[in-house]
């Protein structure tokens, strides 16, 4: 099979402009063509009147050997890479031990599912509720301000992710395919086709919710066991070694190899894990606010007449601006079409995040828009000190929104100008329970409210509209990654205890659905590799 990339073409093409577009470039009669499958198609919308699709297509032809010949030198024609998951190991029968995944999250759930399917019989420890009940707790808080701490948007079965955009795509390097193994488990769980083959995929909150009900029925019939409401909350060392956990029940579970993928909110387990000796780390994470525009205002700017084709679907921004006083602000965890979602886990904090629907079909766009920070210059000392960072910071947005889990809000125009926001503008707040309107320059360190006020009016240049009065601010976004890092060594284990595999988001490893995704078949992987290696 011959790979072609770079085939482009404008957004209204008809049918059978594919197949011509490879016959035009491989200079081929029609008839040697004989099949080809969009692998990727993204877009370039750099030109708002004449958008191009740009596709990755793989192709079956005829004298596939003289053409790969024939363009040597073309790096747009080559052999198609054999995608594939293959697994490095399955269990033997001598093997007795379970080994224990901590977290239902993205990586969990992969490592689990890997686990699984090498025959590994994993045991899988949730500390939050099965995604229905889960939701009912999540959609509880929002409408009626009852926060469960151990079931909301951080905690619960499919992770921190679950209500979110399900935007599954990364930058990560990926020379494995691996990314190709979790899309195409996610289809197999009941996601659209076109994750497949789309530059952006996303996938939105319903769908996921039903997709991982199908992932936990698979890893079950396969002989692995999902516990819910089953917190760890302690691991049993001897000699450097891991031996055990002990459960939020009591229970003591024996096992020597354990991947810990706990997200970045388990600020608990973190302290236990520190308290313990396991090596950690502070990692820079960032800090600010989501945005929130009209999204037909995003659209128009970044489509112009093409605004609301079926294809393109709701506009996204990705904006980065490096401020004079040596901070960056960047955009981060766009939605389009999507709702601003109240995301604490702790009571008496406030946090902000972002979600949609598959449809994206809400009125507003909402972002995060954060300023990087780091332990260096802002948290040092301690290696948990980030959190307690991060604690402030919500308590401040919690008092400030009210003390009622409203959060603090504030029109652009306002925050810019430095005056409090006491009427709404055009875009009404999408985030419930509810908002107060404020000065949310109290909420942050002066660095950082110096920096996005430089910020704002620079991404203006690139979204026309973005630095608008009438846009809304709301605090405060803490949650962008984990503040700490659980070094591990190149057998995926931690740096100073073996049997423990730190992985996923919460360990530094990871840094949304897909990565996460990721880093679980590659933790799973390691233990599988160790088992064998030890039985
Ligand atoms: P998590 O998903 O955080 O999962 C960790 C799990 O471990 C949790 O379920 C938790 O309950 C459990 N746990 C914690 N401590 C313990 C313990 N002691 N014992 C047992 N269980 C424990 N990323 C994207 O790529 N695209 C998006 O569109 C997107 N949108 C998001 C929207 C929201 C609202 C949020 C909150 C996040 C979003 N993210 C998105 C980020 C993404 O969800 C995370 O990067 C990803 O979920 C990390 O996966 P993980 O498995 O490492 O950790």
């Known amino acids: 099979m011959i790979r072609l990339t770079e085939i482009k073409l404008p957004l209204d093409h008809d049918e059978d402009a594919i197949g011509q577009a490879i016959v035009n470039k491989l200079k081929i009669q029609p008839e040697q063509l004989h099949s080809f499958n969009v692998f990727k198609r ?22 596939e050997a003289e053409l790969l010949a024939a363009f040597e030198k073309d790096q747009h024609v080559k052999v198609a890479p054999d995608t594939n998951y293959k697994f490095v190991a399955h269990a033997s ?35 939050g509720k099965e995604v229905r009940e889960r939701t009912k707790d999540t959609f509880g808080f929002w409408r009626k301000r009852t926060l469960n701490t151990e079931s909301n948007v951080q905690f619960g079965e499919g992770g921190a992710g679950t209500f979110s955009d399900g935007k599954l795509y990364s930058q990560v390097k990926d020379p494995k395919h691996y990314g190709r193994k979790v899309i195409t488990e996610f289809v197999e769980a009941g996601a659209p086709d076109e994750i497949l083959y789309v530059s952006k995929p996303h996938i939105g ?61 388990a600020r608990d387990t973190f302290d236990m894990i520190h308290k313990k000796g396991i090596y950690v780390e502070a990692k820079p994470f960032s800090v600010g606010f989501r945005i929130e525009h009209k999204q037909s205002m995003i659209d128009e700017c970044r489509f112009g007449t093409n605004a609301g084709n079926p294809i393109l679907g709701s506009a996204d921004y990705k904006l980065v601006h490096h401020c004079d006083n040596g901070r960056t602000v960047y955009s981060f965890c766009m939605c389009p079409g999507g709702t601003v979602v109240a995301a604490t886990s702790e009571k008496g ?13 809400e009125r ?54 430095g005056k409090s926001s006491e009427n709404l503008g055009e875009v009404q707040p999408s985030y419930t329970p509810g908002i107060k309107l404020t000065d949310l320059s109290k909420v942050l360190p002066q660095f950082a409210i110096d920096a996005l006020r430089e910020a704002i009016p620079a991404f203006n240049k690139q979204i026309r509209g973005f630095s608008t009065n009438d846009g809304l601010l709301t605090g405060v976004e803490t949650r962008t990654s984990s503040p700490i890092s659980i070094k591990r060594d190149k057998t995926f284990q931690s740096i100073n205890t073996k049997g423990l595999y730190p992985a996923g988001e919460g360990a530094g490893y990871a840094g949304g659905i897909l990565s996460a995704g990721i880093d679980g078949i590659k933790a799973a992987e390691a233990v599988a590799l160790s088992m064998l290696e030890n039985a």
């Open 205 to 265: 909150t319903f769908k996921l919710v039903t997709m991982i009900e199908k992932m936990r029925a698979r890893i079950i019939e396969l002989g692995g066991e999902i516990r819910f409401s089953t917190r760890v909350d302690d691991i049993h060392l001897d000699d450097g070694q891991v031996t055990g956990l002990t459960l939020s029940n009591g229970e003591q579970l024996n096992t020597r190899h354990v991947v810990l993928a706990v997200g970045h909110s």
């Open 42 to 63: 993204g877009y370039d919308a750099r030109k708002k009147s004449a958008i191009l699709l740009i596709y990755t297509l793989d192709i079956e032809v005829d004298n």
């Open 364 to 417: 507003n766009a909402n972002s995060a828009i954060v300023v990087g920070i780091s332990p260096e210059q802002d948290f040092p000392g301690n290696p948990l000190a980030g959190i307690d960072l991060q604690r402030k910071l919500e308590e401040q947005a919690y008092e400030l929104g009210g003390s009622n889990y409203d959060a603090p809000a504030q029109l652009i125009g306002d925050f810019l100008k």
């Open 93 to 127: 029968e001598n093997i007795t031990e379970r080994p224990v995944v901590i977290g239902f999250g993205p990586c969990g759930l992969f490592a689990g599912l890997l686990l699984a399917q090498m025959g590994f019989n994993p045991i899988i420890l949730e500390r």
């Open 349 to 361: 904090r406030v946090v902000t995040n972002g979600m949609s629907q598959y449809s994206r079909s």
